[in-house]
């Protein structure tokens, strides 16, 4: 057999296995994942606040919390918190947990199913990925999309081990969204936009532009091409039957209120009308695209003016939170801050993906154009993508979507690369070529290094001392020496509770939820105000000790905002004489007091 008959085969195989060689690929990435992350979930590092608290929902549930009861009663006990999520992401988590509890215990089942669960998206991502660059790129092209994957230096750490909360499933809806715009089987396409779309909403709103960008997309697909109509149809049934699947399933009791943040009636009436109302543009006979235009227009105009009649109090932010709420506490938080006002070592990173794969988006448009199916495929990711760019000029949050709609288009740019160099006939030009397609896919993390290397826009000393404090007082270990001192109610930082409900048996004051406005700003004004009205606000809310956490990001504006409140009086060392210290070993990062009231310590809530 000569070398073109082997590469031939070879070419084959990669074609016709390329569904299991995906999935060997994501179990051998798991398991290396796992394996580096050992400590982390041996230790059970949960750096995220959300993180914590999805765990502290498994765990609700596992002990015979009701199934559409989302509220927190380890915060703000006895009311609890209440918790605007679905239970969608809590059952492969707890499904993990009980598969491992009979033959390791509760305690490292539970480190495992934290490990293992958000690997399991990862494998839907990769799949998609794969199917996506197959159709439109090359049918041995799917590796690329696996070694570009790696240069999403936003996106990747959604899928890693410990990372519980739900933005792996719903980047995994969106990849399988992608897949459907640009599946050439139309019915199954529609439904894969469709459902992936109700299983992202009823996850949670984060991704819902995208959600309705592909229904544009798909209603574009139909203007320009009246056999798109089976698409479309099965897009509009599937999404409103889904989305109506997904709230009787696993809405909460607190999202049959009318409320702008969850899929609630607001927004499941819009799925709803809007899949049945493009059902019927799909069975209109109408053969001109101006026709369908103005047909689709009209409806979205339809859709748009009834949500603003009907619901006029979801036209502003979703949260509907208050003004003093958003100023002193959402505002501030950096993930809901546009890319440009984020520091050059975090932005350039994460926006150098979404370009490249735009750019390759454009071009593969342009070679595209006398290919119609091949056209409206990277017609829609080209749009995708520019749009996921242009969300990160609202919210840097959409970094990992912007980066995961770009794989296709950076793909479809190093293949085209790639297949100019390898057609020369010098080894060192397709060595070269080889070199700069790895160049490409590595191109965020190359980019975060250089900017490192680099000193551009690095951290100051501040920062770093904060990033410090914040990760020693998370810490399992350090929280674990709270343990020693009898159940209490524990009033701390925001940022704080949830990460101390998870590893210590005493309760907390809140945590960074919008619907708990109330207990937020009541944290705040507590830190800020008198020590008197800090004691006040303590008792009202039962809490025997104080916890505080010196140099933690939040308490850095308690400092700046109220120089003379309570928490910068702590931090000079003015302590009423109404807390008593508690001793704690010399390695802890915390200071601890039990609060004297007078007329007594108030009865601690009962949970």
Same mark, same amino acid.
């Given at each position: ?173 969106? =990849? ?20 992936? =779309? ?410």
């Amino acid at each position: 057999m000569n070398d073109r008959s082997v590469k031939l085969e070879l070419l084959d195989r990669l074609d016709r296995y390329w569904l299991r060689r995906t999935l060997l690929l994501w179990a051998v990435i798991a398991g290396v994942y796992l394996s580096q992350r050992w400590p982390q979930i041996h230790w059970l590092v949960l750096n995220d606040t959300d993180d914590n608290m999805r765990l502290m929902q498994v765990r609700g549930l596992l002990a015979g919390q009701g199934w559409y009861d989302l509220r927190q009663y380890r915060l703000n006990p006895p009311a609890g918190l209440d918790i605007h999520w679905s239970r969608l992401v809590d059952l492969p988590i707890a499904g993990l947990f009980l598969l491992f509890k009979p033959f390791t215990g509760a305690a490292l089942a539970e480190r495992l199913a934290c490990g293992i669960a958000p690997l399991l998206p990862l494998s839907i991502v990769m799949v998609a990925l794969a199917a996506t660059v197959r159709r439109l790129v090359s049918p041995v092209a799917w590796p690329l999309a696996i070694l570009f994957m790696f240069g999403c230096s936003a996106m990747l750490p959604m899928f890693m081990p410990m990372r519980i909360d739900h933005h792996g499933w719903q980047l995994a809806c969106l =990849s399988l969204t992608v897949a459907g715009l640009t599946d050439p089987r139309k019915r199954r396409g529609g439904a894969m936009v469709g459902l992936s =779309s109700a299983a992202s909403l009823t996850i949670g709103l984060e991704l819902l532009p995208y959600c309705a960008m592909a229904g544009g997309l798909v209603a574009l697909r139909w203007v320009w091409d009246r056999a798109e109509a089976r698409r479309l149809a099965v897009y509009g049934a599937t999404l409103a039957g889904g989305s109506a699947i997904g709230f009787i399933a696993f809405a909460s009791h607190a999202n049959y209120a009318m409320r702008c943040d969850a899929l609630t009636p607001v927004w499941l009436s819009v799925t709803v009308a809007g899949g049945a109302a493009l059902f019927g543009l799909s069975r209109l006979p109408l053969k001109s695209r101006l026709a369908r235009l103005a047909a689709g227009a009209g409806v979205g105009v339809v859709i748009a003016g009834g949500f603003a009649a009907l619901f006029p109090n979801c036209l502003s932010r979703p949260e509907g939170v208050s003004d003093e709420l958003a100023r002193t506490w959402l505002n501030n938080v950096r993930e809901a801050k546009p890319i440009y006002q984020h520091p050059l070592r975090l932005a350039v990173p994460i926006a150098i993906v979404p370009a490249l794969g735009l750019i390759g988006a454009c071009v593969a448009c342009w070679r595209s154009r006398r290919n119609a199916e091949q056209f409206a495929g990277w017609a829609a990711i080209a749009l995708f993508t520019a749009f996921a760019g242009a969300m990160l000029l609202w919210q840097i949050r959409a970094g990992p979507a912007a980066q995961l709609l770009a794989i296709a288009g950076e793909v479809s740019l190093a293949w085209l690369i790639l297949s100019w160099f390898f057609a020369q006939r010098s080894i060192a030009i397709k060595v070269g070529g080889a070199a700069l397609m790895v160049v490409l896919a590595l191109a965020g993390l190359f980019s975060a290094s250089l900017v490192q290397r680099l000193r551009l826009d690095p951290p100051d000393a501040r920062t770093l001392a904060v990033n410090r404090a914040s990760a020693r007082c998370m810490s399992f270990s350090a929280l674990q020496e709270l343990n020693r001192i009898p159940a209490a109610t524990m009033f701390t930082h925001v940022d704080l509770g949830p990460r101390l409900v998870v590893t210590t048996h005493h309760d907390g004051i809140t945590g960074p939820y919008h619907r708990n406005g109330q207990a937020i700003l009541d944290v705040h004004h507590a830190f800020q105000g008198s020590p008197d009205a800090f004691r006040g606000i303590a008792g009202r809310h039962g809490a025997t000790y104080l916890l505080t956490c010196p140099n933690m990001a939040e308490t850095t504006l308690y400092r700046s905002r109220a120089p003379n409140g309570f928490y910068a009086q702590l931090s000079k060392g003015k302590v009423p004489d109404w807390l008593e210290p508690v001793a704690l070993s010399k390695r802890a990062p915390f200071k601890l007091w039990r609060i004297r009231y007078d007329g007594g310590v108030p009865a601690t809530p009962a949970r």
